[in-house]
């Protein structure tokens, strides 16, 4: 059960699009249709952005969409704000009826 | 509206049982396909997904923990507890609870986390 691999950082600048990458195997990201995306600021909990690929929840910014692709899911947030600064997490469902996150991405806002 | 808090000790000794329990209100296990997961997360580290205990007490363990973890829940008090045994300093980290529809494999709702420090 490894974690899902990350990019450990990527930035932007106010206004640019950034996407941040979430590669697992055949056993989670690429047989499920189960990834999820959270935002996390310092010292807080985690806020889902993303479920099930692409479904935003109610009250989540149509500025986060996600996507899937083979054994890799992608973050993109369009229109960067200073807000997103955080860290980035996904998660996928595992075929050992467990779940598994990722390594994180620390997005940073020029 | 839904809240989950978590509660138990800050420090513990390195070989001993932690036990913490999560109380939430909101929700209720009684209401088909509810489920509460422990999710823990070291200082400066990533999100690790510890278990899992569903409406109809199915359970689900991190395979590299599972030895370790046992996750019950209490439908009257609305509390769900996890006991981690032979605890190591490796284990210091937050460790958070969340709410999950059962059907969906994402955490909704979450807790504010509780830090625990393991340390002789």
């Known amino acids: 059960q490894s974690a899902l691999t990350q990019p450990a950082s990527v930035s932007g600048s106010p206004g640019q699009s950034i996407t941040i990458s979430c590669t697992g195997t055949?056993?989670?990201?690429?047989?499920?249709?189960?990834v999820s995306w959270y935002q996390q600021h310092p010292d807080k909990a985690p806020k889902l952005l993303i479920s099930e690929v692409n479904i935003r929840p109610s009250g989540i910014s149509n500025r986060f969409s996600g996507s899937k692709s083979g054994n890799t899911a992608s973050l993109t947030i369009s229109g960067l704000q200073a807000e997103d600064e955080a860290d980035y997490y996904c998660s996928s469902y595992s075929s050992i009826n467990t779940q598994v996150f990722g390594t994180g991405t620390k997005v940073t806002v020029l | 509206q839904i809240t989950l808090q978590e509660s138990g000790p800050t420090l513990v000794k390195p070989t001993q049982t932690l036990t913490l329990t999560c109380t939430f209100s909101?929700?209720?296990?009684?209401?088909?396909?509810?489920?509460v997961g422990w999710i823990r997360q070291p200082p400066g580290k990533a999100l690790e997904w510890l278990a899992l205990v569903n409406w109809r007490d199915d359970e689900r363990y991190s395979s590299s923990l599972k030895s370790r973890l046992t996750i019950t829940k209490d439908t009257s008090k609305n509390q769900v507890v996890l006991t981690m045994t032979n605890m190591d300093p490796l284990d210091t980290a937050t460790y958070f609870c969340?709410?999950?529809?059962?059907?969906?494999?994402?955490?909704?709702?979450w807790g504010q986390g509780t830090l625990v420090t393991v340390s002789s």
């Open positions: 055949s056993n989670d990201v690429g047989d499920y249709h189960y």
């Open positions: 969340a709410h999950r529809w059962t059907h969906l494999w994402s955490f909704d709702y």
């Open positions: 909101g929700f209720s296990f009684s209401t088909s396909g509810v489920a």
